[in-house]
């Protein structure tokens, strides 16, 4: 079935099967691949994306719901002129390991600091909750979005 | 395959008449993961995530109406004064999950580990259901038949649910192996009734679907009677009463041995959750009282 989304700014169009997530639209129809596929069942977060705004689990909404709305990837993150503070600050933290949750991490990181811009420990804890690392770096990705913000406080970046 | 997407509740009735088989969308969190995994295969999906009648709460008089498609994230944003809710909305998976998952769907799955369901016990919840020849009220008890069996016939879908708003405090807690992320290995909600000086106890994941603790609740309000509470909050209730309160909580549970925990272990854990939640309704109503 044709489903037509607004991905990061541009309407996008896929022929899609009916019962295809909206992660399988971003990553096999559109080439979105920064979102990333691993546990299909919103444990891990990896698949995270905002859907009219508001953080989800790409793997978890059927591609037809997405139709006629707004998505915003990682992708939309980083500008011409750099990476966005929060990918700026996971790279700075060495908050990244094997990269595999990274992208989802960065989104759901981002969504709390436009909701929240100076969150403390137990506030950002709860946020990346349904983020998993594997590597189990959790401590520098919460030193990440503590410089991220910061950061973005000072209007530094 | 295919998706029927109405855009109203007349819309979706009339396609759920002409499509009985068609298995029902929201969210998405439990029924993406069926379609992930090739567990289900439906001929047709019903996408009830843009049904405006789903996506309300209304307040009228003394009583909530919830729409079956308001995500918990809303639920704990509008309703912080439905404590117990509120309460159980927070511990549903992850912010990702409660941005989309509904109490509609906790309904649809009738799962017994479902979060928002003892609450809806313990409010005495009606669910509303509806087809295109007309509506009905069934009780939560009505509605919840079994481990993921409920009463909602082929042409019908769950509207939304309501309830008497309670006069009094109210817990949701649930144990599990991290705070985030976990389905319930056994959970508890109480609510203090002071209109009738009642206390509702219900359980999650501890049998084969919701089940409420009547003897519990009846000796619990009895020991706040002896003790002259429920006129003088400010009253001592007996410590060794609070945990003989939670023995009988658990005593109403009929748990069994899964992937999550033992029955011996859950029937333990509504002990404690239970003695637990009245000591906090206790301190509640003290708090209250000043």
């Not at chain 2, 009735?13 to 993406?32: C, F, K, Q, S």
């Amino acid at each position: 079935m044709l489903v037509r989304v607004n991905v990061n700014g541009e309407w996008r169009e896929a022929d899609v099967w009916p019962g295809a997530s909206l992660l399988s639209m971003l990553r096999d129809e559109l080439g979105l691949r920064g979102t990333k596929n691993a546990c299909e069942q919103g444990e891990c977060g990896s698949c995270s994306v905002w859907l009219d705004g508001e953080l989800v689990c790409s793997c978890l909404v059927l591609a037809a719901q997405a139709d006629g709305r707004h998505v915003e990837t990682v992708e939309s993150l980083a500008s011409e002129g750099g990476l966005h503070p929060v990918q700026q600050a996971f790279l700075d933290a060495g908050a990244v390991q094997c990269g595999f949750c990274t992208p989802g991490l960065v989104v759901a990181a981002s969504d709390l600091l436009r909701r929240e811009p100076e969150p403390p420990d137990e506030v950002i804890r709860e946020a990346l909750s349904g983020n998993l690392c594997r590597c189990t770096g959790y401590q520098k990705i919460l030193d990440a979005v503590h410089l991220a913000s910061g950061r973005m406080r000072d209007g530094a970046v | 395959m295919e998706v029927l997407r109405p855009s109203s509740l007349r819309e979706a009735l009339e396609m759920r008449a002409a499509h009985p088989e068609a298995l029902p969308i929201a969210g998405g969190t439990d029924v993406m993961v069926e379609l992930n995994f090739g567990r289900r295969r439906p001929e047709t999906i019903l996408d009830v995530s843009r049904l405006p009648e789903l996506q309300v709460i209304r307040r009228e008089g003394g009583t909530i109406f919830l729409g079956a498609g308001v995500p918990y994230t809303w639920i704990m944003r509008e309703l912080p004064d439905q404590v117990a809710l509120a309460q159980a909305s927070r511990t549903v998976g992850s912010p990702q999950i409660r941005n989309r998952g509904t109490v509609g769907g906790n309904l649809g799955t009738a799962s017994p580990a479902g979060d928002a369901l003892p609450v809806l016990a313990a409010y005495e919840a009606e669910v509303l259901l509806a087809s295109v020849t007309g509506t009905r009220r069934l009780s939560w008890r009505d509605f919840l038949r079994g481990p993921k069996r409920n009463a909602l016939a082929p042409d019908e879908l769950i509207v939304g649910v309501e309830w008497n708003v309670p006069q009094g405090p109210g817990s949701f807690s649930k144990i599990g192996t991290r705070n985030a992320m976990v389905i319930a290995i056994a959970s508890v909600c109480l609510q203090v009734d002071e209109t009738t000086r009642g206390l509702r106890v219900a359980l999650g994941s501890v049998g084969p679907t919701i089940l409420r603790a009547p003897e519990a609740e009846a000796f619990g309000a009895g020991v706040l009677d002896e003790a002259g509470a429920w006129a003088d909050p400010r009253a001592t209730v007996p410590q060794d009463a609070v945990m003989r309160f939670g023995e009988l909580t658990a005593a109403a549970a009929r748990p069994i041995d899964d992937v999550r925990g033992t029955a011996a272990y859950r029937r333990h854990g509504c002990a404690v959750l239970a003695s637990r939640a009245l000591t906090w309704a206790l301190a509640d109503r003290r708090a209250v009282a000043g």
